[in-house]
């Protein structure tokens, strides 16, 4: 795995999870300098004290525009460009076609569609010649997971951004590619889709049948496979989406 010496990374949602594990991944390849975004001061916190003095905690939404504006703000203030962006803030709730709200749809799309393209669309005038970002997306998109439609369809358009935005950057030679993970135990699957600790058991059990390689991922596994997108060692890599699951789509 390429070296990330000098190098100044950005993750969104790296409270916890896949972030989490990414921003610290980054660090343990040498990275000068890592922001990590989020929501949740309090959290956020408590993740900048466990990554040590090179992380850098920013407060923002990625849903909301003005927040991202004064994120950008902050990183130009520092006097910093970034040499990789992980957009990887998201989330997931179940919902239920027919009894669905607006309010419901909003939330999803605002942080997983909206929040993305203005992730990057803030962030773009910092990134450098030649960078790299990476979008989170999901296998969801693919399975047509039940109750699962607004979540999958989210991670469908994340997709279609990175193959439309790695020609429209070729100019700044900033290549942009997509992670999509299979079910990877994160707080997620407590927080967003309300599972208990029971149900999570027996998902495990029921992947066990439907995963090649038996199990969920770690939030460890997907951060390998981000580095590897924004490293070197992925230089001609392009506009791709790599599934990260243990084979399940593949079957």
Not at 42 to 47: N, P, T, V
């Amino acid at each position: 795995m390429s070296d990330f010496s000098n190098q100044t990374i950005l993750v969104t949602g790296a409270s916890s999870g896949i972030g989490l594990a990414s921003a610290q991944a980054y660090l343990d390849k040498n990275a000068k300098r890592v922001y990590i975004v989020g929501r949740n001061a309090q959290k956020l916190e408590l993740a900048q004290a466990q990554l040590g003095e090179r992380a850098i905690a920013l407060v923002a939404d990625v849903g909301n525009l003005a927040q991202l504006e004064q994120m950008a703000r902050k990183i130009r203030h520092n006097g910093d460009t970034l040499d990789v962006l992980f957009a990887n803030a998201g989330i997931a709730e179940n919902n239920l076609i027919g009894s669905t709200t607006e309010a419901a749809f909003d939330a999803i799309f605002d942080t997983n569609v909206k929040g993305v393209f203005f992730t990057v669309q803030s962030l773009l005038p910092l990134m450098k010649l030649g960078g790299n970002i990476v979008l989170n997306a999901s296998v969801a998109a693919h399975k047509g997971m039940q109750n699962l439609s607004l979540y999958s369809a989210s991670k469908a358009a994340v997709r279609s951004f990175a193959r439309t935005w790695c020609n429209d950057l070729k100019a700044q030679k900033i290549r942009v590619n997509t992670i999509s993970p299979g079910v990877t135990l994160t707080p997620i699957l407590q927080t967003g889709l309300k599972m208990t600790e029971q149900q999570i058991a027996d998902f495990s059990r029921y992947l066990q049948d439907v995963v090649p390689l038996g199990r969920m991922a770690d939030p460890t596994e997907i951060a390998a496979a981000v580095l590897f997108l924004s490293s070197s060692a992925a230089s001609f890599v392009n506009g791709v989406e790599l599934s990260v699951d243990g084979g399940m789509t593949q079957i």
